[in-house]
T-cell receptor, first 119, second 115 residues
């Protein structure tokens, strides 16, 4: 079963408008982390924002915010005031523990959403 | 502060050859992990090294191997290359601790084409 699901293969948004990229996840681990990365055509994965499972408030980083709804197991990325440079692939990822004693984690990535910002 | 550096950025190899990719993590980061990204399979975890020891491994054949040096730099090697190994190989580094905020930061990747 998919642990990270991004149901939007592609999205369009008008410049200066806000856009929401969807992400749902599945885990039985009570302690986990959720991440969003941006991948331009150059290939580099750029870290955008992090949300911990115990964080009470939604994470924000500049124009990026994470709409964390724990009961629904969703972690949607909201980009406000879209810019042309926001056009890229966006990946949602989850970090969960490998075991109770190993102290190591694994990261699982979704299939990504390609965002195109229109001038 | 320098980011994660990967070399080479682009390379073309022939089937049956081997390839070595290099990754220098962010200064102070002790964990280095490798991912393969293809259009069909997406991002797949290869392995992770921490303090020169492999502590986590993905589901890839033994042709894929790696190592980490005492300065935390890492290399991955793919032997007997196959056409299906053509991919973007991404290296990521992190502090490697058990804290919940342990974020992985990626390099620009190495684009490998096998012909």
């Amino acid at each position: 079963a998919q642990k990270i699901t991004q149901t939007q293969p592609g999205m369009f948004v008008q410049e200066k408008e806000a856009v929401t990229l969807d992400c749902t996840y599945d885990t039985s681990d009570p302690s986990y982390g959720l991440f969003w990365y941006k991948q331009p055509s150059s290939g580099e994965m750029i870290f955008l924002i992090y949300q911990g499972s115990y964080d009470q408030q939604n994470a924000t980083e500049g124009r990026y915010s994470l709409n964390f709804q724990k009961a629904r197991k969703s972690a949607n990325l909201v980009i406000s005031a879209s810019q042309l440079g926001d056009s890229a692939m966006y990946f949602c990822a989850m970090r969960e523990a490998l075991g109770t004693t190993s102290g190591t984690y694994k990261y699982i990535f979704g299939t990504g959403t390609r965002l195109k910002v229109l001038a | 502060k320098a980011g994660v550096t990967q070399t080479p950025r682009y390379l073309i190899k022939t089937r049956g050859q081997q390839v070595t990719l290099s990754c220098s993590p962010i200064s102070g980061h002790r964990s280095v992990s490798w991912y393969q990204q293809t259009p069909g399979q997406g991002l797949q975890f290869l392995f992770e090294y921490f303090s020169e020891t492999q502590r986590n491994k993905g589901n890839f054949p033994g042709r894929f191997s790696g190592r980490q040096f005492s300065n935390s730099r890492s290399e991955m090697n793919v032997s007997t290359l196959e056409l299906g190994d053509s991919a973007l190989y991404l290296c990521a580094s992190s502090l490697g601790g058990t804290g919940s905020g342990n974020t992985i930061y990626f390099g620009e990747g190495s684009w490998l084409t096998v012909v």
